[in-house]
Nanobody, 114 residues
Framework: QMQFVESGGGLVQPGGSLRLSCAAS????????LGWYRQAPGKQRELVAS???????NYADFVKGRFANSRDTAKNTLYLQMNSLSPEDTAVYYC????????WGQGTQVTVSS
């Protein structure tokens, strides 16, 4: 099992940027799949981006070109750089590894508003 702690959310104006952090209790390179998910009020949780086998990345179409994964090996931390944010990106963001993470964490709130 592995636990994650998300941080870095906040209030940002449309067009702004944020960098989220996902601190893991173990090596993220050992994971086959680690995803960034988000859940907006009244909507289902959706996959935003993923890290595959510790290196490969995939992005949902609605964030391609705006969001990017990066990682710090020494800190066992995955980052999500989010640029050109819009109000539609407002949500609680989580990192989660299916079958590895015992439960969803607290997430970090991202609010995009003028």
């Amino acid at each position: 099992q592995m636990q994650f702690v998300e941080s870095g959310g906040g209030l940002v104006q449309p067009g702004g940027s944020l960098r989220l952090s996902c601190a893991a209790s173990g090596s993220i390179f050992a994971l086959y799949f680690l995803g960034w998910y988000r859940q907006a009020p009244g909507k289902q949780r959706e996959l935003v981006a993923s890290l595959i086998n510790g290196e490969g990345t995939n992005y949902a179409d609605f964030v391609k070109g705006r969001f990017a994964n990066s990682r710090d090996t020494a800190k066992n931390t995955l980052y999500l750089q989010m640029n050109s944010l819009s109000p539609e990106d407002t949500a609680v963001y989580y990192c989660y590894a299916p079958g590895i993470t015992p439960s969803w964490g607290q997430g970090t709130q991202v609010t995009v508003s003028s």
